[in-house]
């Protein structure tokens, strides 16, 4: 695999991986790293360039995050995007003010000069501004290469130095010629060839595990979801029979998914490794009865699943790698820290404490989602699996409200199935982010034939989003809602209504609880 690098330096922005998923896509391999790393760590490196993300704070407060100015002489090309681009004018010696009105959206750009980033871009174009400081004067040594009618430096250049910055957004879809700004960087400045493709990354993967595995053992936790079902062959192919994958169907998943990931993994399927699905339906539901709180009942099932996994762990005794689907989002540290806590996210895979191992191996802990999946079709994993919708680590748990149930259970799972192949028919299933049927703790009175019913409501969600930080109630159209009301409430016992769920996030969340 080629190793061309380039770095985005973390100040806070809220678009940092979007900023490594673009250099990825331009096929440059990409890593984030906090603006606290130090200089002589990013240039050993040895990045063929460096991005200084946005942020939050203003350069001339001294408690905002500052850099090095040595960085902007050691020659490595540097992009500076919106904070980023105010650092390199305020530490190179331009001025920074307050922008008589902040620019937010959408923005006409006037370009002053084509010949470098702006040479795939009109002479008129609209990206995409988020900022109220703005820089009033480039630092000496620069030159203005594009504007707009509140911002007289949109964008400027040393190219001696290699030296440049924006303070628009070119990683934002809204940006209309946002990628060719960032390729000219990545090519033109940076001289990157672009050749880190998902066939090497899996072929190398493979090559290092083997490597680092030895004859050693290992141990995996399959959840039958894109991450760890991805992380799950790639070690197979690496390392067959040495691996052990231990599936525990906990009785909070989706109808008939256990027997699909037995199916694949299991010993009829085409996989070489050992696999053990262990049925806790009952242990879970008896440790559930009785548990309202939705906290609470994240707690109990993510710490019965490590107890199972331990337990089965402890069966096969000491291994030497315990395998983690941790992918490239949850190891990036930000620049600024975390945000609150909204739910305590359980994933299925969680850090067992008393598993017997030496070393954990996390095979795709540089890749993104998407490159997850690419991943995965590389491997020739079905196309059900890898373009799963995300699913929760409590799973069904957090989609019935208060107790949870097997009867609770069995309404929800058949509830969800029907709306799931009805979206199918309907076509919709890859253009709706996450849908799912919820069961509401909610009884109403209803009539079936002649008979008066006192049955459970069902409720539908259905998103729209990008990132699951911020999502819309998708439109469905209403005939097929109608369709999967009808068939809900004549083919699963124990429910006489259906609604659908308006609500947005926020203030909603996408699951109940
Ligand atoms: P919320 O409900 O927080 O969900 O708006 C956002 C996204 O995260 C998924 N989700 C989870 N995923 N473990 C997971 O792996 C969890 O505990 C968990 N809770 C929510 C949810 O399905 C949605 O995609």
């Keep these: 695999m080629s190793r061309e690098l380039i770095i985005v330096?973390?100040?806070?922005?809220?678009?940092?991986?979007?900023?490594?998923?673009?250099v990825r896509e331009a096929g440059v391999y990409c890593e984030v790293h906090p603006?606290?790393?130090?200089?002589?760590?990013?240039k050993e490196k040895n990045p063929k360039g460096i991005i200084l993300t946005g942020g939050p704070n203003s350069v001339y407060d001294m408690k905002s995050p500052h850099y090095d100015v040595e960085l902007f002489k050691s020659g490595i090309p540097i992009l500076g995007i919106c904070y980023g681009a105010q650092l390199i004018a305020w530490s190179m010696g331009g001025t920074v003010e307050t922008a008589p009105v902040s620019e937010y959206g959408k923005t006409a750009i006037t370009v002053?000069?084509?010949?470098?980033?702006?040479?795939d871009v009109e002479d008129e174009t609209v990206m995409w501004m988020s900022h109220t400081d703005y820089i009033a004067k480039a630092p000496e040594g620069f030159t203005v290469t594009a504007h707009t009618p509140v911002c007289p430096v949109a964008a400027m250049e040393n190219r001696d130095a290699g030296v440049f910055a924006?303070?628009?957004h070119p990683e934002v879809t809204h940006s209309v010629r946002g990628t060719e700004v960032l390729r000219s960087f990545i090519y033109d400045v940076c001289g990157c060839a672009g050749d880190w493709k998902m066939e090497s990354f899996v072929e190398s993967t493979i090559e290092e595990i083997r490597a680092k595995v030895g004859n050693g053992k290992a141990l995996c936790a399959l959840s039958g979801g894109v991450d760890s079902?991805?992380?799950?062959?790639?070690?197979?192919?690496a390392i067959g029979k040495q691996l052990t994958c231990v599936f525990v169907d906990h009785g909070l998943l989706r109808k008939d998914e256990g027997d699909e990931v037995e199916a694949v993994f299991g010993p009829d399927g085409e996989y070489e490794l050992n696999f053990i699905r262990v049925n806790a339906q009952q242990r879970f539901y008896d440790k559930l009865a009785g548990v309202t709180e939705p906290e609470a009942k994240r707690k109990i099932i993510g710490e019965e699943f490590i107890r199972v996994f331990e337990e089965e762990a402890k069966?096969?005794?000491?291994v030497d790698f315990l395998v983690q689907g941790t992918i490239y989002p949850d190891i990036i540290e930000s620049g600024l820290g975390d945000s609150a806590v909204i739910k305590s996210h359980h994933n299925v895979g969680g850090l067992p404490d008393y598993v017997d191992f030496k070393e954990i191996i996390e095979p795709l802990r540089l890749l993104f989602k998407d490159e997850v999946r690419r991943a995965g079709l590389e491997l020739g994993i079905p196309e059900y699996l890898v373009f799963r919708q995300p699913f929760p680590g409590p799973g069904l748990g957090v989609r019935i409200i208060g107790e949870v149930t097997a009867e609770k259970c069995r309404i929800v799972q058949e509830a969800d199935a029907i709306y799931r192949e009805e979206i199918a028919k309907a076509g919709l299933?890859?253009?709706?982010?996450?849908?799912?049927?919820?069961l509401t703790n909610m009884r109403s009175v209803g009539v079936m034939g002649d008979f008066r019913t006192y049955d459970y409501a069902v409720a539908l969600r259905a998103v729209t989003t990008e990132d699951f930080m911020t999502a819309e109630a998708t439109e469905i159209p209403w005939q097929v809602l109608q369709t999967v009301m009808n068939r809900i409430v004549n083919e699963v016992d124990g429910v006489n209504r259906v609604l659908y769920d308006l609500t947005s996030k926020p203030p909603g969340t996408v699951e109940f609880e």
């Design 9 to 22: 330096l973390d100040f806070g922005g809220q678009y940092n991986q979007l900023i490594a998923r673009r």
């Design 35 to 42: 603006y606290t790393m130090p200089l002589k760590e990013l």
């Design 112 to 119: 002053d000069n084509k010949d470098c980033l702006f040479k």
């Design 166 to 168: 924006v303070q628009f």
């Design 229 to 237: 079902s991805v992380a799950a062959v790639l070690m197979s192919k």
């Design 315 to 318: 069966k096969i005794g000491a």
């Design 429 to 438: 299933d890859k253009s709706i982010n996450q849908y799912f049927a919820a």
